[in-house]
């Protein structure tokens, strides 16, 4: 089972522009992260935010969260081709210790 | 240092033949996880290994699926038989820290695509 949903699913975007997805969980949490996975690649560790946190920045990437709607989003800003990428959104549902990821949205960005 | 290093990459084998997965996580790394990745699908967790203790097994099909982890490094996940519906990518990936407490992330390896035919 998948506790978290990404919106959209898919995103297609031209270079320089900023793309934003969003992720719904179902449970309280630890923490949310979210991974990069490249076509046929692992997965890659973009950014971890805790609970009490709101909002982190790394980077062109800028993640907020807001536990009173289980909800989390990923702001690239002027993206680039190489940020070509499914996104994904993984939650530490508190007390289960083991992280469960959602169904990812796929980014394109056009050159 | 070294990633997560997981072998065969690539592996086709008929219905019904078994088919093994090794996992070598980072130095250090007491926490592995093995998930299962359908296409066009996020990672589904199989097994949770903290050391060499399975804590979380529960996603595991037990009547075709083992794995182990002999003196808490290396793993190895098994398919006997395997079916149609097995053919996925599977994921391996440690973390130094339990889930949950520091930093919890993880790091996976490139996966192994199995076809089943």
């Known amino acids: 089972s998948q506790q978290g949903e990404e919106d959209p699913q898919a995103l297609s975007i031209q270079e320089g522009e900023n793309a934003t997805m969003n992720c719904s969980y179902k449970?309280?949490?630890?923490?949310l992260q979210w991974y990069r996975q490249n076509s046929g690649r692992g997965l890659v560790h973009l950014i971890l935010?805790?609970?009490?946190?709101r909002e982190k920045h790394s980077g062109r990437l800028r993640v907020t969260l807001d536990t009173s709607k289980k909800s989390s989003s990923l702001l690239i800003t002027a993206s680039r081709a190489a940020d070509t990428a499914s996104y994904f959104c993984a939650t530490d549902a508190s007390g289960t210790y083991k992280y469960i990821f959602g169904t990812g949205t796929r980014l394109k960005v056009l050159a | 240092e070294a990633g997560v290093v997981q072998s065969p990459r690539y592996k086709i084998i008929e219905k019904k033949q078994p088919v093994a997965f090794w996992c070598n996580p980072i130095s250090g790394h007491n926490t592995l996880y093995w998930y299962l990745q359908n296409l066009g699908q996020g990672p589904e967790l199989l097994i949770r290994y903290e050391n060499e203790e399975a804590v979380d097994d529960s996603q595991l099909p037990k009547d075709r699926f083992s794995a182990e982890r002999l003196k808490g490094v290396d793993s190895t996940l098994k398919i006997q038989p395997a079916e149609l519906g097995d053919s996925a990518v599977y994921l391996c990936?440690?973390?130094?820290?339990?889930?949950?407490?520091?930093?919890?992330?993880?790091?996976f390896g490139e996966g192994s695509r199995l076809t089943v035919l």
């Open positions: 990936a440690s973390s130094l820290d339990r889930v949950g407490a520091n930093t919890g992330e993880l790091f």
């Open positions: 449970t309280s949490i630890n923490n």
């Open positions: 935010i805790r609970s009490n946190e």
